[in-house]
């Protein structure tokens, strides 16, 4: 029952780490402070969000709020690695989203040197099947994931219809 245990804690343990969100070589220039209206789509579900990223003497503040502003998650990028701020408890999810983000956000004149490995043709780009981003203007995309999900993502104070 303990080897069935300690193997099932390695499996997961070997997944959360074979699953890591790629992170840009060096960070990427980004006119901050930044908040984004994301909006989830996955099968009938939706779901609204508000992001704020933020820019800190040590890294970037990366805040997902419901629209009652009650927080979702939050994260601090510092030295090229995620960090819990707050008492939130880990999400995963919410670290996927905003490394998907910070790809999709990445000026294309710094892309390559920061992704390598992304894909660029005219109004996308994409990183293999884990992300895939469709621009309708710069700041406003769609960023299919490759668990299915879709975020339609808008600057907040300039919403544009899809």
């Known amino acids: 029952m303990i080897g069935r245990l300690l193997l ?8 959360a780490c074979a699953s890591k969100a790629p992170l840009p070589e060096h960070s990427p220039h980004l006119s901050l402070p930044m ?16 992001l704020v990223i933020q820019q800190e003497t040590a890294g970037l503040r990366w805040s997902l709020m419901d629209p009652l502003g009650i927080p979702v998650a939050r994260q601090r990028l510092v030295d090229g ?3 819990a701020d707050g008492l939130l408890p880990p999400n995963p999810q919410a670290r996927e989203l905003f490394a998907a983000l910070l790809f ?12 390598p490995l992304a894909r660029v043709e005219t109004g996308r780009r994409d990183l293999g099947k884990r992300w895939n981003v469709e ?8 960023l299919h994931m490759e668990q299915g999900v879709t975020y339609r993502v808008s600057p907040l104070n300039d919403e544009v219809s899809p």
């Not at 099932?8 to 997944?15: F, I, V």
């Not at 621009?135 to 769609?142: E, I």
């Open 35 to 50: 908040q984004l209206h994301i909006l989830r789509e996955q099968a009938e579900q939706r779901q609204d969000w508000l």
């Open 81 to 83: 690695a995620w960090q």
């Open 135 to 142: 621009y309708r203007q710069p700041q406003v995309f769609d």
């Open 104 to 115: 999709a956000l990445t000026p294309a004149t710094e892309l390559h040197d920061n992704y």
């Open 8 to 15: 099932s804690a390695c499996l997961l343990l070997l997944c």
